[in-house]
């Protein structure tokens, strides 16, 4: 017996017209493997609509995020590495480059002495600079209330002053009323 249309019908739920819907109960009457196959997937269907959604294990969430900040930290080490090999490399191919260029009239010890003092220097600026911009960092928080303070403080005495010289000149150049008659 053939169950091909009947079992394309069954699973793909489309809407079918009255001639195949008679076709598919005769057939469904008739075969045993086809109905057992519309019952499985009707009881299919109400397990889907009657369970309920999984929830995540509890501090899932926080687990998520020490592993996602742990993989982005080794991440950024992986990168900061490759990146010095990869300039540490940059500047040998360079140093090669000009050793050869300059073979006959370099001074290797001078040289020498000169890249590492250039070196020294540069990583000694770098420090410096990471220094500073931790400095700034952790005293930000500190800093913005007393800028804020000052700036507004300024704004203010900006504003009396101007309303103190604009009432001075309303003043001076208002009439002058007399007092009285002096007869």
Request: aromatic fraction near 10%.
């Amino acid at each position: 017996m053939s169950h091909q249309p009947y079992e394309a019908y069954l699973i793909r739920r489309e809407p079918l017209s009255s001639e195949q819907q008679h076709e598919l109960n005769c057939h469904l009457n008739e075969c045993e493997t086809c109905s057992t196959l519309a019952g499985a997937l009707v009881n299919l269907e109400d397990v889907f609509i009657n369970s309920r959604t999984p929830e995540p294990a509890p501090g899932f969430t926080q687990r998520w995020q020490a592993r996602l900040a742990g993989y982005r930290q080794k991440r950024q080490n992986r990168n900061l590495w490759l990146m010095t090999i990869g300039l540490f490399s940059l500047a040998g191919f360079i140093m090669l480059f000009l050793f050869l260029f300059h073979l006959q009239n370099l001074n290797i010890g001078y040289e020498l002495s000169l890249m590492i003092a250039r070196i020294s220097r540069f990583v000694a600026e770098v420090r410096l600079s990471v220094n500073m911009f931790r400095s700034i960092t952790s005293a930000l928080p500190l800093i913005i209330p007393i800028v804020f303070l000052l700036i507004a403080s300024a704004l203010l005495s900006v504003t009396a002053l101007t309303l103190t010289w604009f009432r001075a000149i309303i003043r001076l150049y208002s009439p002058i009323q007399e007092r009285g008659n002096l007869s």
